[in-house]
């Protein structure tokens, strides 16, 4: 039986990756942060069937010891100060997460055990403003938030450790995926939940900022098959992970007030609160790589995505949670 440690299990990708490993029969350890108010809603339903220890990122001490005592064939590393906003708010905590956190981790591989197989979360955000449409794994990075050049330094001090100490560290650059499971201040799942409200008469209007950005959406849980996959090779190598279509953040709304059969335009605010200090550009993946090497594909549709949250949170809201 493979044993595969997972930082981050309680955020939404962690969750759904361990539905994945569970189901191939692994055994699933994962990291989380003491805190006094402990979140566990999204591995609720699998707490009897992963074993959970307490190491934090700011402490290299703590990560030595996680990984002595479990010894992983695997290790994803998914922990990161993850919300975009927040990085702006909080740029040099974001920078000991999102960036130093991840040599903190690689380190204690390093020490440990060269021999496990390592999975960095790196992101689209790192292309930031585009040098080309699509994005590829040769696409040059140019970040426009904290979060986002945090996440380069993640992607290239991972990238370093793999050709310095031949440990078998993949990198995958994953576009935005997005599920049911997705935290309520991320912008699809703001509005899925907004819909939700507004459906049920809990709400009367949802207050957003651009809505001309765009992204590249997908599910979330075909992008941990993805994660998954990267480490079955015979070599490690860093793959672009996304849907290969763009939608605005219109769009989005536009699909999701459809599904409740709601005119969004009576509901939708705009709030200049919710912009951000620098935008990114049209982000979208070249996932090509993936497909060839991997055998790696989307299987849920952006329509079937807006679907799947919205009907959701209208379910949630109405069991009063």
């Known amino acids: 039986m493979k044993k595969a440690l997972i930082t981050g299990i309680t955020g939404q990708d962690g969750s759904y990756l361990a539905d994945l490993l569970l189901d191939k029969g692994y055994e699933v350890h994962g990291m989380v942060r003491r805190s006094s108010t402990e979140n566990f809603e999204r591995i609720a339903h699998i707490t009897d069937r992963v074993t959970l220890h307490q190491a934090d990122l700011l402490d290299e001490l703590s990560l030595i010891n996680l990984v002595k005592l479990v010894r992983p064939d695997e290790l994803y590393n998914l922990a990161a100060m993850s919300f975009v906003p927040t990085s702006w708010v909080q740029p040099v905590l974001t920078g000991e997460f999102t960036a130093i956190g991840v040599t903190r981790v690689l380190e204690a591989v390093r020490l440990v055990d060269p021999d496990i197989r390592f999975y960095q979360a790196s992101s689209s955000e790192m292309f930031g403003k585009v040098r080309e449409i699509p994005q590829n794994e040769k696409t040059p990075f140019h970040p426009r938030s904290p979060y986002g050049v945090a996440k380069v330094y993640g ?167």
């Open 155 to 321: 992607h290239m001090i991972t990238v370093n450790y793999r050709e310095s100490y031949n440990i078998f560290a993949c990198a995958g650059i994953l576009f935005n995926h997005e599920s049911p499971r997705r935290g309520r201040e991320f912008v699809t799942r703001k509005i899925s939940d907004g819909v939700a409200r507004i459906k049920l008469g809990l709400s009367n209007e949802l207050r957003l900022g651009n809505l001309d950005a765009e992204r590249d959406w997908g599910f979330a849980g075909d992008y941990v098959q993805a994660m998954w996959l990267m480490l079955q090779q015979d070599e490690p190598d860093d793959f672009v992970i996304g849907a290969e279509k763009t939608h605005s953040v219109r769009h989005f709304v536009e699909s999701a007030f459809a599904v409740a059969d709601l005119d969004w335009q009576k509901y939708v605010v705009a709030d200049e609160r919710f912009l951000r200090p620098a935008e990114v550009d049209s982000l979208i993946a070249d996932a090509s790589k993936a497909h060839k090497e991997l055998g790696w594909k989307a299987e849920v549709s952006f329509d079937q995505l807006v679907e799947m949250m919205v009907k959701a949170d209208i379910d949630r809201l109405k069991k009063g949670a």
